[in-house]
């Protein structure tokens, strides 16, 4: 039995010949050609190439369409999904620990104080619901830190450059607000600063505040680590290589080493400005 | 008269907007310039085996032969490639370039695109054909010595290795000619020298290198 490609495939169904193009291997190459001519598998060399080249061209197209789906949107989907899983246990958190605090006399407050209900023993009815309220919350808890691990593990394939630089939930998460790596990439990098800050660029623009000047990515330490009157300065470098980051993603989906390179020492240089006022 | 030796058959230096350029002929791909006759202008500096043909390397190439491409990102060079080569496998590992190289292969006979790891050459050694004639690599990825000699395999003993190394992708901080170094030594394992130039004319930072299976 044979390694190659169009062992098995069906000559005349490109489809079969894609599926093996995509999960088949080899120790080695051979003379295929060859082989599937004296295998009957194509007429002549000619046939064998035109074969060739429909399941090849099959096959990309299916794995491209596949893998597309399976990272930008998902990516998008997780971080909203841990956003809720979150913000659903805190609500949960806070009627448990009301809730307990009226049966036990020692509740500690927040996540910790769910946990910790979860794993007492009910001895009542009451604290039986309420121990069982306490679990939900602590499921969906768990639930979240999943999501993360797996954007963690998705981001650096989906977006090389923007996981890189930004980490990867806030890579999930400039993704999702952008609604997708596309229309991320396809933003101004002004755009991307204020991602995620629309309610105050609304009252903004109804003239009941100043500009925002940062969105969503203020969470980095880049922005929030600079001090308060260089972080303008800080967010607007960047936006800006957060926007050709996720440019490169889209449209090449190449590692570039010296864009994280460029970003590391522009931020040095915006922090050095703080030393030297220090030193004034 | 323009002077095509050294150059395959199937490409031509041919004049555009008043200067000498390469080009093949095929169907248009990513904007160049096309003449009367159906030949497009193949941009050396979009292309790092045109700047070598530019530069006048030896690459061994002479139209019609076999080429395992590594690295083909949407296909601007491997477009040139297929329009001279034989049978022409395209290897490229990030989806959304891939989808544009589809399109790429569409317009032509010999081009077969694969969605598939460099650094894995046992996920296509089932499709692509021993005894290759030519294997072209521009990974720009770390690591890119190590691709040339784990695909040796699919080179014919007097097959040719055409080989842009990018500098940065090995070590953003190091001097480019000692990342050099180290590429041409780890290519001593499986491949003889027989050429090798900077393209910085064309792209900074990049060495040609072309070369034999030991
Ligand atoms: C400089 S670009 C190639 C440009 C292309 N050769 C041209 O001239 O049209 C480098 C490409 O190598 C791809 N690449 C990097 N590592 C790879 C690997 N291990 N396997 C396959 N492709 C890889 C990148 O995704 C990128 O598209």
Same mark, same amino acid.
């Given at each position: 039995?044979?390694?190659?490609?169009?062992?098995?495939?069906?000559?005349d169904d490109p489809?079969?010949?894609?599926? !093996?193009?995509?999960?088949?291997? %080899?120790?080695?190459?051979?003379?295929?050609?060859?082989?599937?001519?004296?295998?009957?598998?194509?007429?002549?060399?000619?046939?064998?190439? %035109?074969?060739? =080249?429909?399941?090849?061209?099959?096959?990309?197209?299916?794995?491209?369409?596949?893998?597309?789906?399976?990272?930008?949107?998902?990516?998008?989907?997780?971080? =909203?999904?841990?956003?809720?899983?979150?913000?659903?246990?805190?609500?949960?958190?806070?009627?448990?620990?009301?809730? /307990?605090?009226?049966?036990?006399?020692?509740?500690?407050?927040?996540?910790?104080?769910?946990?910790?209900?979860?794993?007492?023993?009910?001895?009542?009815? /009451? +604290? +039986? $619901?309420?121990?069982?309220?306490?679990?939900?919350?602590?499921?969906?808890?768990?639930?979240?830190?999943?999501?993360?691990?797996?954007? +963690?593990?998705?981001?650096?394939?989906?977006?090389?450059?923007?996981?890189?630089?930004?980490?990867?939930?806030?890579?999930?998460? @400039?993704?999702?607000?952008?609604?997708?790596?596309?229309?991320?990439?396809?933003?101004?990098?002004?755009?991307?600063?204020?991602?995620?800050?629309?309610?105050?660029?609304?009252?903004?623009?109804?003239?009941?505040?100043?500009?925002?000047?940062?969105?969503?990515?203020?969470?980095?330490?880049?922005?929030?680590?600079? $001090?308060?009157?260089?972080?303008?300065? %800080?967010?607007?470098?960047?936006?800006?290589?957060?926007? *050709?980051?996720?440019? *490169?993603?889209?449209?090449?989906?190449?590692?570039?080493?010296?864009?994280?390179? +460029?970003?590391?020492? !522009?931020?040095?240089?915006?922090? %050095?400005?703080?030393?030297?006022?220090?030193?004034? | 008269?323009?002077?095509?030796?050294?150059?395959?058959?199937?490409?031509?230096?041919?004049?555009?907007?008043g200067r000498e350029?390469?080009?093949? $002929?095929?169907?248009?791909?990513?904007?160049?310039?096309?003449?009367?006759?159906?030949?497009?202008?193949?941009?050396?500096?979009?292309?790092?085996?045109?700047?070598?043909?530019?530069?006048?390397?030896?690459?061994?190439?002479?139209?019609?032969?076999?080429?395992?491409?590594?690295?083909?990102?949407?296909?601007?060079?491997?477009?040139?490639?297929?329009?001279?080569?034989?049978?022409?496998?395209?290897?490229?590992?990030?989806? !959304?370039?891939? !989808?544009?190289?589809?399109?790429?292969?569409?317009?032509?006979?010999?081009?077969?695109?694969?969605?598939?790891?460099?650094?894995?050459?046992?996920?296509?050694?089932?499709?692509?054909?021993?005894? *290759?004639?030519?294997?072209?690599?521009?990974?720009?990825?770390?690591?890119?010595?190590?691709?040339?000699?784990?695909?040796?395999?699919?080179?014919?003993?007097?097959?040719?290795?055409?080989?842009?190394?990018?500098? $940065?992708?090995?070590?953003?901080?190091?001097?480019?000619?000692?990342?050099?170094?180290?590429?041409?030594?780890?290519?001593?394992?499986?491949?003889?020298?027989?050429?090798t130039a900077r393209?910085?004319?064309?792209?900074?930072?990049? @060495?040609? *290198?072309?070369?034999?299976?030991?």
């Open positions: 039995m044979t390694d190659a490609w169009f062992a098995g495939a069906d000559p489809e079969s010949g894609a599926t !093996r193009v995509r999960t088949g291997r %080899a120790p080695a190459p051979a003379d295929w050609p060859a082989e599937a001519v004296d295998a009957g598998f194509a007429a002549d060399e000619t046939d064998y190439y %035109a074969k060739l =080249r429909s399941a090849t061209l099959a096959a990309a197209s299916e794995a491209v369409a596949e893998r597309e789906r399976a990272d930008d949107v998902q990516l998008a989907h997780a971080v =909203r999904a841990m956003d809720d899983a979150e913000r659903t246990a805190n609500e949960l958190a806070e009627r448990v620990v009301e809730w /307990a605090g009226t049966l036990y006399g020692d509740v500690p407050r927040g996540l910790d104080g769910v946990r910790d209900i979860a794993a007492r023993d009910p001895k009542t009815a /009451a +604290e +039986e $619901r309420v121990v069982s309220y306490a679990t939900r919350a602590v499921d969906l808890l768990d639930e979240r830190d999943d999501l993360r691990s797996f954007i +963690e593990e998705r981001a650096p394939t989906a977006a090389p450059n923007l996981a890189e630089m930004a980490g990867p939930v806030l890579a999930a998460r @400039l993704i999702a607000l952008a609604g997708g790596l596309e229309p991320l990439a396809k933003k101004p990098s002004g755009t991307v600063q204020v991602l995620g800050a629309e309610d105050a660029l609304f009252a903004h623009l109804k003239g009941r505040a100043t500009s925002p000047k940062h969105g969503v990515i203020f969470t980095h330490e880049y922005v929030r680590g600079t $001090r308060p009157q260089d972080r303008g300065s %800080a967010a607007r470098a960047f936006a800006g290589k957060l926007s *050709i980051a996720a440019r *490169i993603d889209h449209y090449s989906g190449d590692y570039r080493p010296e864009l994280h390179a +460029e970003l590391a020492d !522009r931020m040095e240089t915006i922090r %050095a400005r703080a030393d030297e006022g220090a030193d004034e | 008269m323009s002077d095509d030796s050294g150059l395959p058959d199937g490409v031509e230096r041919r004049t555009f907007g350029r390469l080009s093949t $002929r095929g169907a248009q791909v990513y904007g160049e310039p096309v003449d009367a006759d159906g030949w497009r202008a193949w941009d050396a500096g979009r292309s790092k085996l045109g700047a070598m043909l530019e530069l006048g390397m030896d690459t061994g190439l002479v139209g019609g032969e076999s080429v395992l491409y590594l690295g083909a990102a949407s296909g601007t060079t491997v477009s040139h490639v297929a329009d001279f080569a034989g049978p022409t496998y395209a290897v490229e590992f990030a989806p !959304r370039p891939v !989808r544009d190289l589809v399109g790429v292969a569409e317009d032509r006979d010999n081009l077969f695109p694969l969605l598939k790891d460099a650094r894995d050459p046992e996920s296509y050694a089932h499709v692509v054909e021993a005894g *290759i004639d030519c294997l072209v690599m521009d990974v720009a990825t770390r690591g890119q010595a190590t691709v040339a000699v784990r695909n040796r395999q699919f080179l014919a003993d007097d097959g040719r290795l055409l080989m842009a190394v990018k500098a $940065r992708s090995e070590d953003v901080t190091a001097d480019p000619d000692d990342v050099f170094d180290g590429v041409v030594a780890e290519l001593d394992s499986a491949y003889e020298l027989l050429e393209l910085d004319r064309f792209h900074a930072d990049h @060495l040609g *290198i072309v070369a034999r299976p030991k």
